[in-house]
């Protein structure tokens, strides 16, 4: 078996040969060269699997390197050899399609690290090449133009190490894109790491992300290695980003930079391999502005922006991500699959979402316990009632809710609403618990005659049982 092949190009001899002699160790074939010049014609002669290149070359830069091997080459990973503390430089490279950077001096053991995932992610590429099959198209449903997008940046971001920031609204799914990004790329053998910024205590924060050493603070009986740790050899998604407080973003950028970590109490920093990937649904440019989010912090995770459309930008895709998430609750409740009457699917089509495909998966399990057997009709879905009137709506009802005439005068108040002090949802979920627990009493806990109370079928009680947690 032919040895694997690695391209260094750097103007520094001392560079040059330590390069060619570590990857020599692994048992590489190295080509080394000290020019733009040299490269392109190495490049055109031989097939490489991997390529280094310094910043700064007597000819050029490493910039024009990286752009001509991601236009020619776009299966070989290429790395960009940088100043110590050149962050400009690497995000820069990044950006271009490097597939990640190492500063000088150069860390022996992070090297060896990045060229093994390197010549993994290289090896997946050329497996992969001619395979026409859009990635994640299984987990991440649609064929809105939108989506289709979207998988194929996904498919781009999957081959380098750059971190990227996934943005978009609560709901449309931004973990399940971290994690088609983790799991298409050379990292996926390694953990998935998520992480919601904002359900950490502030005070935990550093020992969460770093560790810490037994004996470090009150409570500390043991050491406990961080996420940064726990992601070593694989990805650490940051979910609601914005919500880290300022003095955690600062050590979170130097973890970024340094690829180390010290834990709380620990001497010496230990070094980390971690790609990652960042989202939030909150504006994090304009919490820049206002001074609440540092502003290279947000360079340095947000090298490349990745934006999730909300669904009602992608209205076309609810039939098939309706199928998909009712063939999910049917296999979970041991059922049959749903079906939706032409009236249900047309009054999803036409709603907003402002809660997108989470709130879409919400309508659909709670219209599954209210139906009756299994065809969901359009007052199954008890969607929220509009707030103005439809065009085509009769000036006495809206969305089948009675509304005031402008020419009869306002009645008395209306009584308060109890589902006022929460969210409808809840208080609707209360309601039926409330009034399923009195049938399941009256009934001496027979279900049969349980479901036969409440007018619906046995199917339909085991569901609701299970969803509502009574035992």
């Known amino acids: 078996m032919s040895k694997q092949t690695v391209l260094v190009i750097d103007d520094e001899r001392d560079i040059r040969e330590l390069l060619t002699i570590t990857l020599g160790r692994m048992e590489l074939d190295v080509d080394a060269v000290g020019s733009v010049s040299e490269a392109r014609n190495a490049l055109a002669n031989r097939r490489y699997d991997l390529c280094f290149t310094d910043m700064r070359l007597p000819d050029g ?53 990045l060229v093994k995932t390197a010549l993994r992610l290289s090896e997946e590429r050329r497996a992969e090449s001619g395979n026409k099959a859009a990635p994640g198209a299984d987990r991440l449903i ?74 470090s603070f009150t409570g500390a009986h043991a050491d406990k290695e961080g996420l940064f740790q726990a992601a070593h050899g694989g990805t650490l998604f940051l ?13 979170l950028l130097r973890a970024i930079q340094e690829k180390a970590v010290r834990p709380i109490g620990g001497r010496d920093e230990v070094p980390v391999d971690v790609r990652i990937l960042s989202a939030t649904h909150k504006n994090l440019a304009a919490l820049v502005e206002q001074g609440q989010f540092r502003q290279d912090l947000f360079y340095r995770i947000n090298v490349i922006e990745l934006r999730v459309p909300p669904l009602r930008e992608r209205r076309g895709d609810v039939p098939r991500l309706a199928d998909f998430i009712l063939r999910q609750l049917a296999v979970e409740s041991g059922g049959a699959p749903g079906t939706l009457k032409p009236d249900a699917l047309a009054a999803l089509e036409a709603y907003q979402f402002p809660g997108n495909v989470r709130e879409l998966e919400n309508i659909l399990e709670r219209a599954m316990a209210m139906c009756e057997g299994d065809t969901i009709e359009a007052d ?92």
Request: net charge neutral; with cysteine; aromatic share 6%.
């Open 61 to 113: 830069s490493g910039q024009e390197i990286i752009e001509l091997i991601s236009a020619t080459y776009p299966d070989m990973p290429v790395a960009m050899i940088t100043a110590y503390g050149n962050v400009d430089a690497a995000v820069n490279a990044l950006k271009a399609g490097a597939f990640d950077f190492v500063s000088k001096p150069v860390d022996i053991h992070l090297l060896r690290r």
């Open 380 to 471: 199954d879905l008890m969607l929220p009632q509009r707030t103005s009137l439809p065009t085509d709506a009769s000036p006495a009802t809206a969305g089948g809710m009675p509304v005031p005439n402008a020419a009869t005068p306002a009645g008395p108040p209306a009584p308060r609403n109890p589902a006022s002090d929460g969210s409808l949802e809840d208080y609707i979920t209360n309601i039926e618990r409330d009034t399923i627990i009195k049938a399941l009493e009256e009934s001496r806990y027979n279900k049969t005659a349980t479901a036969k109370k409440l007018g619906i079928t046995f199917r339909a009680l085991r569901y609701k049982l299970k969803k509502l947690g009574i035992d």
């Open 239 to 251: 979910d609601e980003v914005a919500e880290l407080p300022l003095h955690m973003q600062v050590k």
């Open 142 to 215: 649609g064929e809105s133009p939108v989506m289709v997008e979207v998988r194929s940046k996904i498919a781009k971001l999957a081959r380098n190490q750059a971190p990227v920031y996934i943005g978009g609204e609560s709901g449309v799914g931004k973990e399940l894109v971290a994690r088609l990004i983790h799991e298409l790329g050379p990292r996926a053998s390694g953990t998935f790491v998520p992480v919601n910024c904002g359900a950490i205590p502030s005070e935990l924060m550093e020992s969460e992300f770093f560790g810490h050493r037994k004996g």
